[in-house]
């Protein structure tokens, strides 16, 4: 699970593995009312790259565990 997050938050930070990129995931989250748009596109992409790396290399899992946790429950 955690070396899937990290394609995840590329894909919203970059465009890679196929994603649209930092600009178009931040008209999407204004269009769903969270604003500041590109503070949460940050936050999420960096919480899917990071945390899932740390996640995968074993550093720091408790704090990315709770990060990707929060993160999840919000998705829900």
Not at 48 to 60: K, S
């Amino acid at each position: 699970m955690s070396l899937v997050l990290f394609p995840h938050g590329c894909q919203k930070l970059f465009g890679w593995f196929g994603g649209a990129g930092f600009e178009k995931f931040v008209e999407n989250f204004d269009k769903n009312d969270w604003h500041p748009a590109a503070f949460w596109v940050a936050l999420v992409a960096l919480t899917e790259a990071v945390g899932g790396l740390m996640l995968a290399f074993g550093f720091l899992t408790r704090f990315a565990a709770a990060a990707i946790f929060i993160f999840m429950l919000n998705a829900i």
